[in-house]
DNA sequence: CGATCTGTTGACAATGCTCAACGTTCGTGG
DNA sequence: CCACGAACGTTGAGCATTGTCAACAGATCG
């Protein structure tokens, strides 16, 4: 039934990120880290500063992994070998039911963590929707880290509870939205993720079909709740694959 | 809209949980049920074990709460103040969204935590259906052992982690599946977490209004949904509040 | 006994799915 | 260079499922 079977590129998932191990301590420093994810920047093998947050430890990653549209970056089922970031790119996470049918729990994009709520096995299968480029860390480093700092332990618990959050919230959105609202409140959230600013167009990596799967509608649906959306002036659409979020619309 | 707003029963949080004396009252007798294994073991506080486990830390409640049918257990945007064990009964955990409408995320049954996912904020509300009985653990009590004991953490993770496959499961059931569908699998899943032999009988403690709210349906669908599966005989139903899993039923 | 609450069932309307047709874009091959 | 087919998105028509409104039955309670 799903026609995106593509798979390619590099499969890396042990050999990248055997890094060193990263000690112990758990000292308490400043909260948010700056240093969003920077132009790969060589890690300086010598010194090893504390991982105060997960991001860090993507910081030792020695290369990144590229992803051809449609390829399959982790397979559900499959064991866990490591944690990915995302550098850039957009990635689907779904599932197939035992009927077929697919379902995508959530697009990840830039600066989203792959595999934080997957403790042995991958519990979806991770899709690159365009081109995507990941920078991983071994499952083992990850462990080490986390038993060496509560403060990571604590920062991945607090990231499973955002995805229980947003699983909850699209739970919401399929029982009680209808097919304009499920998704206008899709392209409002993933603009809102993309930190657009609200001003300029954001573009719409993912097909109809995915859309579909993730909100679990038919295409048509979808692409009739577009001209909904686009005819009462709520999106406007320069091309079928960008959109922008129109202000709230002064109603009576 | 929703009916359900019904308040009452003791509602402990801080005076209770935090170990010294309950002030106000938990006796109220008998409400429905005649109090499964209510009967507290006076935990021996001068040993304590290094607790392995979530669960012993509950071991040295001190005292059970509990709640009439509809009262309310902890209310959502309400601070964190205390993690729950189920000792017996059900709780529904729900939202109300901005319009009103009520989505409940999951039922919890004897065995499971409340509080697991909740950060800082309780994050839904959790309401007893029928007779509950809990005990608590503070929530200062919960962070000493988690920092001291990384193996809780690593179950608090664990336990998260299958919060999130039961939302996603369900997410997956509310956008592919019709109505008896959905209610096959409620009936199935809910069975089955009470450790049901899918010999006898099982329970139905929940009313209709609170299954709609749950699968996103409404009540009439709903009970047409029991219709549909008592009349194809994939359900069995003696009365509205009890049901049996009838086998597969041997298709062509 | 009447009032109320819950669950069931029927009739009708609304929403969404399926099937089908059509336009556009893109890549391939004549 | 153009014709063709494939893939994707859009739109329409008919049908299935579900929500809404309404009536009714049984249980509970005063």
């Known amino acids: 039934m799903t026609d995106s079977t593509a798979k390619s590129s590099t499969s890396p998932d042990l050999d990248a990120v055997t890094g060193q191990e990263p000690t112990h301590e758990n000292l308490y420093a400043e909260q948010k880290s700056p240093a969003r994810h920077a132009t790969r920047t060589p890690p300086p093998a010598h010194e090893k500063p504390e991982p105060q947050h997960l991001r860090d430890l993507f910081d030792n990653a020695t290369f990144e992994h590229h992803y051809q549209p449609d390829s399959t970056i982790v397979l559900h089922g499959d064991r866990v070998q490591a944690m990915y970031l995302i550098v850039s790119g957009t990635v689907r996470c779904c599932t197939i039911d035992p009927e077929g049918r697919r379902q995508i729990f959530r697009f990840a994009q830039k600066g989203a963590v792959l595999g934080v709520a997957d403790i042995d096995k ?131």
Request: with cysteine.
């Open 122 to 252: 991958w519990h979806f299968t991770a899709e690159a929707v365009d081109h995507v480029i990941l920078r991983s860390v071994a499952q083992s480093t990850l462990r080490q880290a986390l038993t060496a700092n509560p403060r990571l332990c604590q920062e991945l618990v607090t990231r499973i509870c955002e995805l229980l959050r947003k699983d909850e919230r699209q739970l919401l959105s399929l029982a009680h939205n209808k097919a304009p609202e499920r998704l206008l409140q899709f392209l409002t959230d993933f603009s809102a993720e993309r930190g657009a600013s609200g001003k300029s167009h954001v573009a719409l990596p993912m097909c109809r079909r995915d859309i579909a799967d993730h909100l679990g509608l038919s295409i048509e649906t979808v692409s009739r709740a577009f001209s909904t959306l686009k005819n009462s002036g709520q999106i406007e659409m320069p091309t079928f694959e960008s959109y922008r979020i129109c202000p709230p619309a002064p109603v009576a």
